[in-house]
């Protein structure tokens, strides 16, 4: 296995990475992790790791913005765990579980590539007439119709309309006099 990637950080809060010799951005570093990429962050002073307290400063700047992983009722059961006898246990249970995810999330989505690749014209028009049949039978719904609007040259002649089961007779106007309004 290769060694990972050193990034050290700077007194002036500047991170290094030696093996591009340059500045990097926490975007760069959430990039390598997103790539898959093995790294260390060290603190160039103490050669300390620090690659979980900037780990977490990615997750608190992705928190903030946009749509959060973390609900409150996470955060503070997390925080409940710290100092618990199931500390150990919770940090085991979770990264075993996101781990599980991970590995559930990529197979699904070698199926679907799969999936695609293989006919994805065959796989576009069956989801086009997945559609059009639900769309088929909310528009039945909406208009009473049972299964909505016919195609195109599937219509009822003139004058007639199947029947559903609901049509009643249209109630003839009666003869005579008629009541004053009160």
Same mark, same amino acid.
């Given at each position: 296995?290769?060694?990972?990637?050193?990034?050290?950080?700077?007194?002036? $809060?500047?991170?290094? %990475?030696?093996?591009?010799?340059?500045?990097?951005?926490?975007? !760069?570093?959430? =990039?390598?992790? $997103?790539?898959?990429? %093995?790294?260390?962050?060290r603190d160039a002073q103490t050669d300390d !790791?620090?690659? =979980?307290?900037?780990?977490?400063?990615?997750?608190?700047?992705q928190e903030a913005g946009g749509d959060p992983i973390f609900t409150i009722p996470i955060l503070t059961q997390i925080i409940r765990f710290y100092g618990d006898a199931v500390q150990g246990l919770a940090s085991d249970f979770l990264q075993r579980s996101l781990l599980a995810f991970g590995d559930q999330q990529q197979v699904f989505r070698r199926q679907l590539d799969e999936v695609m690749t293989r006919d994805a014209v065959g796989t576009m028009s069956d989801l086009t007439k997945q559609n059009l049949a639900l769309w088929r039978e909310m528009q039945g719904a909406v208009f009473g119709q049972g299964q909505g609007p016919e195609a195109p040259g599937s219509e009822q002649p003139r004058g007639r309309r199947p029947k559903t089961g609901t049509d009643r007779p249209t109630p003839k106007p009666r003869k005579g006099r008629r009541r004053p309004p009160r």
């Open positions: 296995m290769a060694e990972p990637r050193i990034i050290k950080k700077y007194p002036n $809060r500047r991170l290094y %990475d030696t093996a591009l010799s340059r500045y990097i951005t926490l975007e !760069d570093v959430r =990039r390598l992790v $997103r790539d898959g990429t %093995d790294f260390v962050v !790791d620090i690659t =979980r307290s900037i780990l977490l400063q990615i997750i608190a700047e």
